[in-house]
């Protein structure tokens, strides 16, 4: 099994060696792109499917560097987030990716950058939280775990929660 990661831009490295398996939704919804979106990895523990979505909006030389604080801003980043983690859900119920009904945690990682303060990022995390079916596990037809934990996280603080799991940006040299 592959152990170590890249996100979309090759900046930066997850090491997923800890894991029990690692499933890339990406390469199973990119056969319905324009309906299905869906997050970087998901990650099983011994105790939870993590879903982790990294966004980061500090890539240096990036073309628009206004674009990830602009999408921020107007909301769009958070439904965005959303639509990411109900695709990935359909994407593991069909591939039946959690075969032990592991409580499932939605994990966004963001390296905000310039422009964007906490009061921008708490207010992404509870528009994304309000977007989850959190409501589901109390509805009787609903047999599998939907979703139970959401956070928003910097990559230092994904570093200091989950050691098991690093994350590091690569050096420019790397890339």
């Known amino acids: 099994m592959k152990k170590v990661y890249e996100d979309e831009n090759h900046t930066t490295e997850f090491d997923f060696s800890a894991a029990l398996s690692v499933f890339e939704p990406h390469k199973l919804a990119a056969h319905h792109s324009e309906y299905i979106s869906d997050v970087d990895f998901v990650v099983e523990s011994e105790e939870v499917l993590f879903f982790v979505e990294y966004k980061n909006g500090n890539i240096v030389g990036a073309a628009n560097p206004e674009a990830f604080a602009d999408k921020l801003k107007r909301g769009s980043l958070a439904n965005v987030l959303i639509k990411k983690f109900y695709g990935t859900l359909l994407m593991v119920l069909v591939t039946d990716k959690n075969p032990s009904n592991k409580p ?27 977007g989850l079916p959190f409501d589901y596990k109390n509805i009787e037809e609903i047999k599998v775990p939907v979703i139970d934990q959401f956070e928003v996280v910097s990559l230092s603080e994904w570093n200091t929660k989950y050691t098991k799991y690093p994350v590091r940006v690569k050096s420019a040299e790397e890339r």
Not at 104 to 130: H, Q, S, T, W
């Open 104 to 130: 499932i945690k939605y994990m966004c990682v963001i390296e905000a950058g310039n422009g964007i303060d906490e009061v921008m990022m708490k207010k992404l995390r509870n528009k994304v939280y309000a």
